[in-house]
């Protein structure tokens, strides 16, 4: 089973900064991309960005270009969302999600999600 675990989440005011880390345990961990995902009081959920283990490949929804940043730690499986420059429309609880293998056509682990709030 795999878990994963999201943390960072917070307070910020408009135009600060956050780092949204997500830690990948278990046995049996394996994992092809991982992905940023967020979801806003009334809203759907909806993609962030996504960054490849092997490549490190990433790509960004155009909201967010610019201003977040996707990394990851292969040696601790931890991925990263460094957001700067905040706004108040960021807002919403941050999932991470790992797509284990190409084969895979869908992020099929997901984690618990963290609340950032941006305030104005």
């Known amino acids: 089973q795999v878990q994963l675990v999201e943390s960072g989440g917070g307070l910020v005011q408009a135009g600060g900064s956050l780092r949204l880390s997500c830690a990948a345990s278990g046995r049996t961990f394996s994992s092809y991309r991982m992905g940023w995902f967020r979801q806003a009081p009334g809203k759907e959920r909806e993609f962030v960005g996504q960054i490849t283990w092997t490549t490190g490949d990433t790509y960004y929804v155009d909201s967010v270009k610019g201003r977040f940043t996707i990394s990851r730690d292969n040696a601790k499986n931890t991925v990263y969302l460094q957001m700067n420059s905040l706004k108040p429309e960021d807002t919403a609880v941050y999932y991470c999600?790992?797509?284990?293998?190409?084969?895979?056509?869908?992020?099929?682990?997901w984690g618990q999600g963290t609340q950032v709030t941006v305030s104005s």
């Open positions: 999600a790992s797509r284990s293998s190409v084969a895979v056509p869908r992020y099929d682990y």
